[in-house]
Every structure is written in structure tokens, then in C-alpha cells.
């Protein structure tokens, strides 16, 4: 595989927030990614987070409200783009990945929280 079928490839990436910001991005592998490398006889590529220890510490820390989601986007954006998009306007990023993201995790702080 070249490195242009590379770039244009799908990248999937999995993002977690809580109340206060962007806590972690990770990539995840392509699974024909893993079939290719078995069959070439090269090393495995594999995630380099653990989504079981993200869901965890979501669930045991619920007063930082955290959300966990996976999004699909061109193969152009990278980790950075999206850290990047977050640090400039956090809340339009979180509404666009709530929006075409797939929840794996949420826990939204409700209206009634939000108001002091």
C-alpha cells in the first residue's frame, strides 16, 4: 500500500471529554489494516489506548460527566486537527461529534446541573 491509498483511507477515531475539555484521542486501526499485515507476515498494528479503561473511568468518576464517542472522518485529519478543533471552540467540536459520531458513552450533565 502507498502512502497516497494511505491518506485517503477512512480514519476512525475514538474521543473522550468531560466537563472540563478534550481529555483523550485515540486512532483506531482499520481491521483490513490487521488482515493485510498477518498476511504480509508484518507486525500488527494495534490501538494505542484501551477503550474498556476509558468506559471505566467514565463510569467511576461521574461528576466530570464524561462522553465517549467514535467518529469517522477523511483520511486527511489527523489527532491534531481534532485536538486542535477542540482547543479553539471545545463546544462546536463536541456538538459535531455528537452529532455524526457514534456514542459509546455518555454521561451529559442535564440543564438543572448546568444552572447554578
Not at 4 to 32: K, N, Q, Y
Amino acid at each position: 500500500m502507498d502512502e497516497d491509498e494511505e491518506e485517503s483511507r477512512p480514519r476512525t477515531f475514538c474521543v473522550m471529554w468531560d466537563c472540563h475539555g478534550l481529555e483523550a484521542i485515540g486512532e483506531v486501526v482499520d481491521p483490513a489494516l490487521k488482515i493485510w499485515a498477518v498476511l504480509a507476515n508484518k507486525p500488527v498494528p494495534r490501538e494505542d489506548f484501551n477503550l474498556m479503561h476509558w468506559q471505566m473511568r467514565a463510569q467511576y468518576n461521574t461528576q466530570r460527566y464524561y462522553e465517549i464517542y467514535a467518529i469517522g472522518v477523511d483520511g486527511s485529519i489527523t489527532q491534531e486537527d481534532i485536538v486542535d478543533m477542540f482547543e479553539t471552540d471545545p463546544q462546536y467540536a463536541a456538538d459535531l461529534i455528537r452529532a455524526r459520531g457514534e456514542r459509546i458513552y455518555g454521561h451529559r450533565r442535564t440543564k438543572k446541573d448546568a444552572i447554578i
